[in-house]
């Protein structure tokens, strides 16, 4: 099974600073990365796959890098209602696919 | 509009069964492999399972391997997961997902808002 590993678990910042999340997986995964928005009360959203391609809802202050094993999501200049739970997930050979733990984006 | 509403959570005990139904519409179901998804109290996500367009492969996570089943009904537009032999960690929010288009089938492009099963005696 394919592991992946987030950092940091939670990330203190304030609206206007930019947000680095880190994802890291066990073993290569190509490009097959996706990640994933989730306020509280909420379903998830997608936001990045293929490691960096944005669905067109998407603001383009999100945006995905890497491949291998180790992926960024960046958010350029956060917004209020940027401040969520963030997932990776890979998405690679078939399914069953596996998640991150998670990275909380918390308010400064 | 994509339009996916769970129903059929609720409270059972261990050992029992519950079958969950996802309605689909804003969408032409019968093109989308369908998967589900789901997040303990508190919880991070897990995924589950997933179908493909016709029904005609399945897979599973290993930790619901053989309890768990995905089928579909097209002309319904209805997804199901029938859940067997349940365990207090099975305890969740499930989660319906749509798929994404053509070779992005096991994207999990669009999120129903779940339905709470809960596990205990």
């Known amino acids: 099974e394919i592991v992946l590993t987030q950092s940091p678990a939670t990330l203190s910042l304030s609206p206007g600073e930019r947000a680095t999340l880190s994802c890291r997986a066990s073993q290569s995964i190509s490009n097959s990365l996706v990640w994933f928005q989730q306020k509280p009360g909420q379903a998830p959203r997608l936001l990045i796959y293929?490691?960096?391609i944005r669905p067109i809802d998407i603001p383009a202050r999100f945006s995905g890098s890497g491949s291998g094993t180790d992926f960024t999501l960046t958010i350029s200049s956060l917004e209020p209602e940027d401040f969520a739970v963030y997932y990776c997930?890979?998405?690679?050979?078939?399914?069953?696919?596996?998640f991150g733990q998670g990275t909380r984006l918390e308010i400064k | 509009e994509v339009q996916l509403v769970e129903s059929g959570g609720g409270l059972v005990q261990p050992g029992g069964s519950l079958r969950l139904s996802c309605a689909a519409s804003?969408?032409?179901?019968?093109?989308?492999?369908m998967h589900w998804v789901r997040q303990a109290p508190g919880k991070g996500l897990e995924f589950v399972g997933s179908i493909t367009t016709n029904g005609g492969s399945t897979y599973y996570a290993d930790s619901v391997q053989g309890r768990l089943s995905i089928s579909r009904d097209n002309p319904k537009n209805t997804l199901y997961l029938q859940m067997r032999s349940l365990r207090t960690e099975d305890t969740a929010v499930y989660y319906c997902?749509?798929?994404?288009?053509?070779?992005?089938?096991?994207?999990?492009?669009?999120w129903g808002q779940g339905t709470l099963v809960t596990v205990s005696s």
């Open positions: 293929d490691a960096s």
């Open positions: 804003g969408f032409n179901f019968n093109y989308f492999a």
């Open positions: 997902v749509k798929g994404g288009s053509g070779t992005k089938w096991d994207l999990l492009e669009d």
């Open positions: 997930q890979q998405s690679y050979n078939r399914p069953p696919y596996t």
